[in-house]
């Protein structure tokens, strides 16, 4: 059985390489990426403070689609260039947005939310989709969030089949 370990007492980059241990142990005897992005999802949600939205959108065709994730009720269809995730998506890069009402284009699925960080899921130059984290806070998201949560997402990449997941 896996057992979350809290670290927020720790710096970020510290807290980072905590969290993404915890990944690694997680995904250690599991390929599935259903499951693995469900328990990443619940893991960012649960681990991370101040997050009101922790989860996957997975690129169908000219869209990304509903996945895994923890909070409220989401957006089930984004298209690419649209809001902070389509604009991650079709960038291809990560997005941190301190203030997303001044997002040109910002998708209100939350009306709590305040800034939001947006992670591409990239094979090689393949889009699989995006992880996306909200939190109720400006300024929540910055570039220690960026690095630890990109390599998050490559640890999720390298230890998942995320393939029944497109289409």
Not at 41 to 63: I, K, S, T, V
Not at 138 to 143: A, I, K, L, M, Q
Request: overall charge negative; some cysteine.
């Amino acid at each position: 059985m896996f057992v979350a370990q809290r670290f927020l007492d720790q710096p970020k980059p510290a807290a980072y390489r905590e969290l993404n241990a915890q990944h690694t142990a997680l995904f250690a005897d599991e390929r599935d990426g259903l499951a693995n992005s469900a328990n990443m999802a619940a893991l960012l949600y649960e681990l991370l403070p101040d997050l009101n939205w922790a989860g996957f959108y997975f690129l169908r065709g000219d869209e990304l689609v509903l996945g895994p994730f923890q909070g409220r009720v989401a957006c089930v269809r984004i298209a690419l260039g649209r809001g902070v995730c389509g604009s991650a998506a079709r960038e291809r890069r990560t997005l941190v947005v301190p203030d997303v009402h001044a997002f040109p284009g910002h998708i209100a699925c939350d009306a709590r939310s305040r800034s939001e960080i947006v992670v591409p899921l990239l094979d090689g130059d393949q889009l699989l989709g995006v992880l996306d984290l909200d939190s109720p806070l400006d300024s929540r998201f910055d570039e220690d969030d960026a690095r630890g949560l990109e390599t998050a997402v490559q640890l999720l990449l390298a230890h998942s089949d995320l393939s029944r997941l497109l289409a």
